[in-house]
């Protein structure tokens, strides 16, 4: 395999706690070209310890785990500072298991009934930190919109709307800057006055709160 072979290939974790779903997973990444399975976890604290030993591009994270749930490892992951994205695969999508994994940190949020394209997809699109909602979470956020009034609704500016757009489309900071004629400096000043407007902390929740609330459609 060349280097730049090597420089393409994925990094991958995979977390489920059920033995068929992780032997599934690795075999389908196995025969995919561009990915690299370097282990696996049965639950999050298990995750935990492997993501340092390992420091795979992505971790495949399912939620509801004995032993160590989701939620708390990729909290514990971003606390961390950890390089690794994680995309949440389970499956469940009720605004109970959504909400907390995206607020904790996850880049993105997919079912497990995704098709396997999809899949490939969303693994890529999170190992180059960009944003990944099926449209069924997506949906399933429309839940948490905040009341008129409250902290979190201040009306985005034309420019801020732009960097959005860009954002939900996966197009990186640098990327982002490049289409707008901007500075990257200046790119990351408008996601900081845009999540402050939208009362979120990261991309993932910005492009969530935004379909919620009818900004992107």
Not at 55 to 81: Q, Y
Not at 134 to 155: D, F, W
Not at 183 to 189: D, P
């Amino acid at each position: 395999m060349t280097d730049s072979a090597l420089h393409d290939q994925v990094s991958l974790l995979i977390v489920d706690d059920h033995p068929v779903v992780r032997d599934g997973l690795r075999g389908m990444f196995a025969n995919a070209p561009g990915f690299t399975v370097l282990g696996e976890a049965s639950d999050g604290v298990e995750a935990l310890e492997r993501a340092a030993a390992l420091d795979p591009d992505v971790i495949l994270m399912d939620l509801r785990m004995p032993g160590g749930g989701g939620v708390d490892a990729i909290r514990e992951l971003t606390r961390r500072g950890a390089r690794a994205k994680v995309l949440v695969l389970t499956t469940y999508d009720t605004d109970s298991d959504t909400l907390p994994a995206i607020e904790a940190g996850a880049t993105g949020y997919l079912l497990k009934d995704a098709p396997r394209d999809e899949l490939f997809t969303a693994v890529r699109a999170a190992a180059e930190g960009r944003t990944v909602l099926s449209p069924a979470v997506a949906a399933r956020l429309v839940s948490a919109v905040r009341t008129p009034g409250a902290p979190g609704n201040e009306p985005l500016s034309a420019r801020e709307r732009e960097v959005l757009a860009l954002v939900a489309k996966g197009t990186s900071n640098r990327e982002i800057a490049r289409e707008l004629f901007i500075s990257e400096a200046t790119v990351k000043t408008h996601l900081t006055h845009l999540y402050a407007k939208l009362g979120v902390n990261d991309r993932a929740a910005a492009v969530a709160t935004a379909y919620q609330r009818g900004i992107l459609g």
